[in-house]
């Protein structure tokens, strides 16, 4: 995760899906991606709704056509099994506001929001 500000943030201390997700998205690995989810995933977007691993593979291998980076983690907080946060994402070189919510089952993403906008 170079060049991410994490300076609110202890890295070793955040949830270790967050991490390999954030991890798997830098190096724009899509196999790294699809093994963060479960077979029964759920990606919600304003975009529109990804129902199931192969959907959501599918939203992905379309989102890391934009090379994702993480610039700065804004805000971050999680429970047992969710985590929400606020973050600057370059997408194509550009600065993006981003947000989203992880919901975590048996180790993996189960369910996630995400969006792009201030």
Known sequence: MNGVDMAK???SKLHPVFVRQMEALAALD???VMKNYTDDAVLLRFEGVSVGIDAVRETFTGYLTVKPTLVELQEYIET????????IMNL???????????VVRDGRIW?????FGG
Do not use: V
Request: charged share 25%.
């Open 9 to 11: 943030y202890d890295i």
């Open 80 to 87: 047992d099994d969710t985590i929400f946060y606020r973050a």
């Open 92 to 102: 194509n070189g550009e600065p993006e506001h981003a947000f989203g919510t992880l």
């Open 30 to 32: 899509i196999e790294a």
């Open 111 to 115: 369910r996630q929001t995400a969006g």
